[in-house]
């Protein structure tokens, strides 16, 4: 198969077990390992791969981005994903208020460029930073505002599609007069138009009373827009077919202006039930959205950031998040008439009218991390979509919710309930056991209620997903024979070989069926040397945290955090967060990556993961890569030859101790003719420039100084970490006069110590958990009086903080380093009362290092900075793409650069001479040196230079 793509000329075509194992899962419960990948470039080679698949009878399954929850974009035959190269923006009419589109093309790189014209594209699912309009379109995507602007069908105009036989068909509406023309002038296009209008012509009544009976009713085909009042249109009958009839070349759409200005009112209610009760009654206020989440989806945050909005809700134990859309002037008296008309329904508690654009983008983002966020409940139980999208008329949510909730109860299940409550769209995430041949039993058994539940309430099995291998077989449940009947004529006059996408919507597999957790299979017994507590010990389980949601792959930094800068220079799948997951957990699966530990296809996958520790903050379930990634290597590499960079770059803090006897003779080499070869010999890459040793370490200088200042507040110790001690000194100088300034006698642990951050990236855990050892044991003393312990570095401090206490786990010792670890800022801002700061009049930009943005975040060196009176901008930059070791490995310089030249470089390229650039991580420090004209400061130093010691 994968030959014959190739040769025909069908773009990128993988067929490598790493590549299968990638797309073997979409956000959903399903599991499908396909024969072969395409991604293709061009129209063309979407026909050629028609013609290859038809050729050899091969199914073939549309992609977007995977964040699909129903299993509709995982198929057994070959897989092509639009995503990564056909994704371009054809047209943009801003007159006609349109845009056309291939269907690869992320929603939100269309809407930024509809944003330059005033306009929007009205569907905007929770995904919007990496789903895909193809895949919208597939499954008739809406979102939190189609209670304005409608779901994907309302705003699509026309479609160009190609069938699995190859006919290339343009798609929109047709008057009585066109369907003639088309069907007199015959061929495939005429005939399968004919075919259709039959179908329409001899079902109006079951058309008009079966389908379409309200916004949110999306199962099956969307047969009513064959209808005459609704001009036969094709394009809208297409749009949530799942793939199943034909395959998108390019789709015309519709974009709305959105009101100038926007108001959330958040209504805090003493149930679920009870806010779904007041939904009728709030539409009448012309909302934009009025979305729903339940105190059960709170209770799982964890994540700092998310906490802190959390907290500052309205006291309640659900909410209705209701935004309303119009003039400045007129929104806050109609936030206040909707908070009041709340006020007069059963079970509200609370209101708050939010204003600040800031907070409103917090409160949103629990809403839209809901998918994510509900996959772990609070006893940490893992919790599973298959039955996280029914609908219902908005006037029968209080009773469905109500009864549905007793269904779980019956059923000794559990699950965490938000959604799009404007339009009685549920999501609940529920407890399934897959492990279990009774947990899927009770999964079936529960799912088959619950459509039985839904139908008696008029309502939809699904409401925006689609019904795809978790409802397709449900169907039956919710329709009549006849409208089934009528299903099956339409996928066999667009599809009589049954081509694309088999298995969906009709001749259905079973809802039980393809199960990405099974009874029937055994994970290999893989022994960690981490313990994964979150996940009971189980590596299977942690890798398969991961489902899918997909909120690694978005293409600029801020929408995603940090995560995942490789995914983002590549766009390659393999390089997200979720496609290593992936390959991990087919790893621990043993059947399309046979080879366990020693699986190459991991190592390749992993190569390209900066262990920035973003994913195990920004992913909405905590996914930790470089834990896992460290982890395998350890594995992987146990007993046999390292790459050469394991030895240089992972012992660099012992290598360091033997250049400090000469640096200046290390610096001359590095420096010289020489550097190329010890450069290829050492694996770093020939572009890197090697840091210089400074010609004094800080250890030396400091052993051989008196302490300064009073030491009214007591010890404190410095951590003098391998970076700073060996390369910038004068950072660690900087510290201790700030910390003596500030009252403290600065203490440094007698020999040389280390967290060893370089052994556990390099996944030298072995090495790793002694050094750990002898390093707690030597601050134990300190800790176990509360000394504090403050770090300069980022990265050493992030793994006191974390790291050591799970490769030590169980010991007191490390979980008392941990809990005495602070930041710079952590100790002068929350543990130092009465310090005053120095004013410095001056403007920076900083850089947040990734480890400090996945441990302790920016908030208390902002909170320092503003009462320096300094001016800060926050880049929103994700990592610098140095990140340790990375970026001087060998085949790693070009993504290392280019991350960096995302946001950071470019920005401190532009800063104003006089604009100070702020960067805490040595790793940060050395890409700006090294890619800019302009050099990095550490806070310590901003703040040293300020002290009256340092004017005098």
Request: glycine share 10%; hydrophobic share 40%.
């Amino acid at each position: 198969m994968t030959a014959a793509l190739r040769r025909s000329d069908c773009g990128e075509v993988h067929g490598d077990a790493g590549s299968r194992a990638a797309y073997s899962a979409d956000a959903s419960n399903y599991r499908r390992i396909p024969l072969a990948v395409v991604l293709p470039r061009e129209r063309q080679q979407v026909l050629n791969t028609l013609a290859v698949c038809r050729r050899l009878g091969a199914p073939v399954t549309s992609r977007g981005a995977g964040t699909s929850t129903s299993g509709q974009a995982v198929g057994s035959g070959v897989v092509i994903d639009f995503s990564r190269w056909f994704n371009r923006l054809l047209a943009l009419d801003p007159a006609a208020r349109t845009a056309t589109v291939q269907p690869g093309i992320v929603l939100d790189d269309l809407q930024r460029a509809a944003a330059r014209h005033g306009l929007i594209f009205g569907a905007d699912p929770s995904t919007h930073s990496r789903c895909t309009l193809g895949g919208m379109i597939g499954n008739n995507a809406c979102g939190s505002h189609s209670v304005a602007w409608g779901r994907t069908a309302e705003n699509v105009v026309e479609l160009e599609v190609v069938t699995y036989r190859g006919t290339v068909l343009r798609l929109g509406e047709m008057t009585r007069a066109e369907i003639d023309e088309a069907v007199a002038a015959g061929g495939d296009r005429g005939e399968l138009i004919a075919a259709l209008h039959r179908l329409a012509e001899g079902n109006l009544a079951t058309l008009r009373t079966e389908l379409g009976r309200f916004p949110r009713q999306v199962s099956g085909y969307a047969l009513e827009q064959l209808l005459p009042e609704r001009r036969f249109n094709l394009a809208r009958a297409l749009v949530g077919s799942e793939g199943t009839l034909a395959l998108i070349l390019s789709a015309t759409v519709r974009l709305v202006a959105p009101p100038p200005a926007r108001a959330l009112v958040v209504l805090g209610y003493q149930d679920a039930c009870a806010a779904a009760d007041a939904v009728p009654g709030l539409l009448e206020h012309r909302l934009l959205a009025l979305e729903g989440l339940d105190q059960a989806l709170t209770d799982i945050v964890t994540r700092p950031e998310t906490r802190q909005a959390i907290d500052t809700l309205p006291r309640a134990r659900a909410w209705l998040f209701a935004e309303l859309g119009g003039t400045e002037e007129e929104l806050p008296a109609r936030a206040a008439e909707l908070a009041s008309a709340a006020r007069r329904t059963a079970g509200f508690t609370s209101s708050e009218v939010v204003t600040d654009p800031a907070r409103a983008r917090q409160l949103w983002r629990i809403r839209e991390d809901g998918a994510g966020l509900a996959t772990r409940l609070p006893g940490g139980a893992e919790a599973w979509p298959g039955w996280e999208d029914a609908a219902v008329p908005p006037a029968q949510l209080g009773s469905y919710l109500r009864q549905f909730t007793e269904l779980l109860q019956q059923h000794g299940l559990q699950g965490a309930v938000y959604g799009h409550f404007g339009e009685g769209c549920l999501h609940v995430r529920v407890n399934f056991d897959f492990s279990t041949g009774h947990g899927t039993a009770v999964f079936r058994a529960f799912v088959t209620d619950a459509a039985k539940l839904v139908a008696a309430h008029g309502g939809s099995l699904s409401g925006e997903h689609g019904d795809g291998q978790a409802r397709s077989e449900l169907l039956s449940l919710m329709y009549g024979p006849d409208v089934i009947a009528l299903f099956m004529q339409f996928k066999a006059a667009w599809d009589p070989d049954n081509g694309l996408n088999p298995g969906m919507i009709v001749d259905p597999l079973p809802v039980d069926g393809n199960l990405r957790v099974s009874p029937h299979r055994t994970p290999l017994p893989l022994t960690t040397v981490f313990p994964f507590h979150a996940d009971d010990g189980d590596f299977a389980k942690a890798t398969r945290r991961c489902v899918g949601v997909g909120r690694c792959r978005t293409a600029t930094p801020g929408s995603g955090g940090v995560m995942c800068p490789s995914y983002r220079v590549t766009g390659d799948e393999k390089d997200s967060t979720r496609g290593r997951a992936r390959l991990l957990y087919e790893m621990t699966q043993g059947e399309v990556i046979t080879d366990g530990w020693r699986s190459a296809e991991v190592r390749d996958a992993l190569d390209l993961c900066l262990s920035c520790k973003g994913c195990s903050t920004d992913c909405p379930v905590g996914v930790d890569m470089a834990t896992y990634k460290s982890e395998f290597l350890h594995h992987h590499y146990r007993r046999r030859l390292r790459p050469a960079s394991h030895y240089t770059m992972g012992w660099l803090p012992l290598l360091s101790r033997a250049a400090a006897h000469a640096p200046r003779l290390v610096n001359a080499v590095t420096a010289s003719r020489l550097a190329p070869a010890v450069k290829r010999l050492g694996g770093i890459a020939a572009e890197r420039e090697v840091p210089r040793f400074a010609d004094r370490t800080f250890l030396s200088w400091f052993r051989t100084r008196s302490a300064q200042g009073d030491g009214r507040r007591g010890p404190v110790v410095l951590w003098a970490d391998s970076f700073n001690n060996h390369f910038t000194p004068e950072v660690l100088r900087a510290g201790v006069e700030v910390l003596e300034h500030a009252g403290y006698t600065v203490q440094v642990p007698d020999g040389t110590q280390c967290c060893g951050l370089t052994w556990i990236t390099t996944g030298q855990l072995g090495v790793a958990r002694r050094i750990a050892r002898r390093t707690v044991a030597a601050l134990a003393p300190l800790t176990r009086d509360g000394v504090p312990v403050v770090g300069l570095e980022p990265s050493c401090t992030a793994a006191l903080r974390s790291d050591l206490t799970e490769l030590l786990d169980g010991d007191a010792e490390a979980r008392a380093l941990a809990d005495s670890t602070r930041t710079l800022a952590e100790l002068l801002v929350h543990h130092t009362p009465g310090w005053q700061p120095p004013r410095i009049a001056a403007r920076a930009i900083s850089q947040t290092h990734c480890h400090q943005h996945a441990t302790s975040g920016f908030g208390a060196d902002s909170t320092l900075l503003a009462g320096m009176g300094v001016t800060n901008s926050v880049l929103d930059s994700g990592c610098c793409g140095l990140a340790g070791n990375f970026g001087f490995e060998r085949g790693h310089y070009d993504v290392s650069v280019a991350a960096g030249e995302e946001v950071l470089l470019p920005a401190v390229r532009a800063a104003d001479p006089d604009t100070v650039v702020l960067a805490d991580g040595f790793s940060c420090r050395t890409q700006i040196a090294q890619q800019t004209e302009r050099s990095g400061t550490h806070l310590a130093q901003l703040i040293a230079r300020a002290l009256p010691a340092a004017r005098s």
